[in-house]
């Protein structure tokens, strides 16, 4: 694939140390409760597709070495992009589930010579809203388990059937909504995916699957936000977030 560049601000010497970052931003999947032809990622938000808001976003980190987006065989819209620059910008064939993606990031990184202990930050292509505070937060709490952004559950937890009645409340105390970024080593996060998809055990985030492994992630504290475009719904309450955090 060919090596687009993405604009970086200048880095801030009392944010973080020379440990090496990468982040890698799943961006094949296509979208269908948008209901939209196009995939989310590449709606128009505030005049910018939110793929191109999320990566100015992340391109904020100091440190950052590089970014791998993971698009689809059939993606027509990234290469139309014009992406600022002078950041590395690279991007690789990703799969049909966002774990083959992931993990086709990761297998990238590690083509292009990036080691097993740098560090790698996953964060969602349709998560445009993550701001620099939380970035940062989540970077200083790395640790070999892994660490990710998430928001304590306020609201009343229930269960359902299957016919959509109460079977029972749930406590919410240490219940956490996860979000994205979710970090940890390169080697440590690729090895768990791996083992994953070896038992055939389902992964629905990068934390599923170090759990699985024994490990034990950290959460962050996040942002309401930090929101992911889901639902057609969504798209309103990104654009008064983006107009909130730029006003």
């Given at each position: 694939?060919?090596?687009?560049?993405?604009?970086?601000?200048?880095?801030?010497?009392d944010?973080?140390?020379q440990?090496?970052?990468?982040?890698?931003v799943?961006?094949a999947g296509?979208?269908?409760?948008?209901?939209?032809?196009v995939?989310?990622?590449?709606?128009?938000?505030c005049?910018?597709?939110?793929l191109?808001h999320?990566?100015e976003?992340?391109?904020?980190?100091?440190?950052?070495?590089?970014?791998?987006?993971?698009?689809?065989?059939?993606?027509?819209?990234?290469?139309?992009i014009k992406?600022?620059?002078p950041?590395?910008?690279?991007s690789?064939?990703g799969?049909?589930?966002?774990?083959?993606?992931?993990l086709?990031?990761?297998?990238?990184?590690?083509?292009?010579?990036?080691?097993k202990?740098?560090?790698?930050?996953?964060?969602d292509?349709a998560?445009?809203c993550?701001?620099?505070?939380?970035?940062?937060?989540?970077y200083?709490?790395?640790?070999?388990?892994?660490?990710?952004?998430?928001l304590d559950v306020?609201?009343t937890m229930?269960?359902?059937?299957?016919?959509?009645?109460?079977?029972?409340?749930?406590?919410?105390?240490?219940l956490?909504?996860a979000?994205?970024?979710?970090l940890?080593?390169?080697g440590v996060?690729?090895?768990?995916?791996e083992?994953?998809i070896?038992?055939?055990?389902?992964i629905?985030d990068?934390?599923?699957?170090?759990?699985?492994?024994?490990l034990?992630?950290?959460?962050v504290?996040?942002?309401?936000m930090?929101?992911k475009?889901?639902?057609?719904?969504?798209?309103?309450?990104?654009?008064?977030?983006?107009?909130?955090?730029?006003s």
């Amino acid at each position: 694939m060919s090596s687009p560049q993405v604009m970086a601000s200048s880095p801030q010497s009392d944010c973080v140390d020379q440990e090496e970052l990468y982040i890698i931003v799943p961006a094949a999947g296509v979208g269908s409760r948008m209901q939209t032809e196009v995939p989310k990622q590449y709606l128009e938000v505030c005049g910018k597709p939110i793929l191109l808001h999320t990566l100015e976003r992340l391109s904020t980190l100091p440190n950052l070495s590089s970014m791998m987006v993971v698009i689809a065989s059939h993606d027509s819209w990234f290469n139309q992009i014009k992406w600022p620059s002078p950041l590395d910008l690279k991007s690789c064939l990703g799969g049909g589930e966002r774990f083959e993606s992931v993990l086709a990031g990761l297998n990238a990184l590690e083509a292009n010579g990036v080691t097993k202990n740098a560090w790698v930050m996953v964060h969602d292509a349709a998560r445009p809203c993550v701001d620099l505070t939380h970035l940062l937060a989540l970077y200083h709490a790395r640790n070999p388990a892994g660490a990710f952004l998430g928001l304590d559950v306020r609201d009343t937890m229930k269960r359902t059937n299957s016919d959509f009645r109460i079977v029972e409340t749930v406590d919410r105390q240490h219940l956490w909504h996860a979000q994205t970024p979710q970090l940890a080593p390169l080697g440590v996060l690729k090895a768990a995916i791996e083992r994953c998809i070896e038992d055939g055990v389902e992964i629905t985030d990068e934390t599923s699957a170090l759990e699985y492994v024994g490990l034990m992630p950290k959460v962050v504290p996040g942002h309401p936000m930090n929101i992911k475009v889901t639902r057609p719904e969504d798209l309103e309450l990104v654009r008064l977030f983006i107009q909130a955090q730029s006003s």
